[in-house]
């Protein structure tokens, strides 16, 4: 259970490395062997996209490096052959989304943890020829970017990032990397879904004092409340009510709570 919760660096600088299962991390830790690792399998636990006309798959692709360690790289499978799109021994990339088009792909980005640097996550977008650099979709958006969905012109995408407690959904403006809180609630959002005519998003919201429920709600208008559709189950009616609670600490930290009322 200590092994689990060390970082990437913390692990190869230790010697302390996972042993693989049959399919995913297995729980047991061995200490690490001083030579190079065998080649890892290269897509256990990866995350990958097709493109509309199921020509492409971009996906995520594990590569070995010494002492048991791996880093995840991005390729482009198509016409029978694979070409690496990115790779860089410093970072990592994850949860590829490629435009309706098939000519982008929308990737998170995130440097590696070290034993005194925390990682760090951002969207970039690239052409899928790997004709042009990765570019940073928000520069200076402090959110670690999770869903994320394009919007049927290519335009934006819509993304979820956890953000004062809560997880709203965010558009984000290609050209101009202007950031739109969308959802204007302290609900958790997932699923996401846009509409083929781009007007709307669909999603299953969660919350401290709601159950899992599906909501609908405009893809442009900032902090807005969702409308709540027909789910399998009735709205749960709760005793007592929860009141937001926020401070700030002496050195100026944001400080956030709930408090359950009867």
């Known amino acids: 259970a200590f092994a689990a919760g060390l970082s990437h660096a913390t692990r190869q600088a230790s010697g302390v490395e996972p042993t693989y299962g049959t399919s995913t991390r297995s729980s047991t830790w061995r200490s690490a062997p001083s030579s190079p690792a065998p080649p890892c399998r290269a897509m256990s636990t990866a995350s990958y996209d097709v493109s509309a006309d199921g020509r492409v798959v971009v ?45 982008l792909v929308a990737v998170t980005r995130s440097t590696r943890s070290t034993p005194t640097e925390p990682p760090d996550s951002h969207l970039v977008v690239l052409p899928v020829d790997g004709s042009a650099a990765p570019r940073e979709v928000a520069p200076g958006w402090d959110r670690w970017p999770l869903e994320r969905r394009w919007t049927p012109d290519g335009s ?12 709203p959904v965010f558009r984000l403006d290609l050209s101009t990397g202007e950031v739109v809180r969308l959802t204007g609630d302290a609900g958790a959002y997932g699923a996401l879904q846009v509409s083929p005519d781009g007007l709307r998003c669909y999603a299953i919201r969660s919350a401290l004092d709601a159950a899992p429920a599906p909501v609908r709600f405009d893809a442009r208008t900032p902090d807005q409340q969702p409308e709540l559709l027909l789910g399998p189950v009735d709205e749960l009616a709760l ?24």
């Open 239 to 262: 005793p007592g009510t929860l009141e937001e609670v926020t401070a700030t600490a002496a050195d100026g930290t944001h400080l956030h709570s709930w408090l359950a009322l009867p």
């Open 156 to 167: 934006a995408l819509l993304v979820t990032a956890d953000e004062g407690g809560s997880c």
């Open 59 to 103: 996906t995520t692709w594990r590569v070995a490096e010494a002492a048991g360690s791996w880093r995840s790289t991005l390729v482009v499978l198509a016409g029978g052959e694979q070409r690496t799109l990115l790779d860089d021994p410093d970072l990592e990339y994850g949860a590829p989304r490629i435009s309706p088009d098939g000519r």
